[in-house]
């Protein structure tokens, strides 16, 4: 059974819960950061923090991609998937050498841009209908949160 063939139902309790909560460190350090840092920590250490978030957590999103690659790897668009599924932590580790504020800006718009790429997965039926739906609100918290981050790094 494809998933597209798949009522699109609620997303379910474990996946909203975990996603949201995986934003916090994303709007804890961006905050950190627009107060010019937090008790012993520098913004320097913040940043550091907040994009190397950023950057585990990109990988991770690839590892979904791969994740449903294997799961459908009868499919003649599984190896599109399988190259896909490596692009963002290789990007995002690139993007780590950047100077501020162009890591954190550059690992939102990444961040931002894997939300409706990720929507693509439903769309071609390699994932269930609520996962475009979580990817979008979760990638549009992350994105955000760094794009914050990197504005209260430049003021």
Request: aromatic content about 10%; hydrophobic content about 55%; some cysteine.
């Amino acid at each position: 059974m494809r998933f597209s063939e798949l009522p699109a139902g609620p997303i379910p309790s474990a996946p909203l819960f975990l996603g949201l909560a995986g934003l916090i460190p994303f709007w804890v350090l961006a905050g950190g950061l627009a107060l010019k840092g937090v008790g012993p920590f520098s913004c320097e250490c913040l940043d550091l923090a907040l994009a190397s978030y950023a950057a585990i957590i990109l990988s991770f999103l690839g590892g979904i991609r791969w994740g449903l690659a294997v799961a459908s790897a009868d499919r003649p668009e599984a190896g599109m998937h399988f190259m896909l599924s490596v692009m963002p932590s290789l990007a995002a580790w690139i993007l780590l050498v950047l100077p501020e504020p162009w890591r954190l800006t550059s690992l939102g718009c990444l961040s931002l841009a894997l939300g409706p790429l990720d929507r693509g997965l439903v769309l071609s039926g390699f994932a269930a209908p609520w996962l475009g739906r979580l990817r979008l609100l979760l990638s549009s918290g992350a994105g955000m949160a760094l794009l914050a981050g990197a504005v209260a790094w430049r003021v």
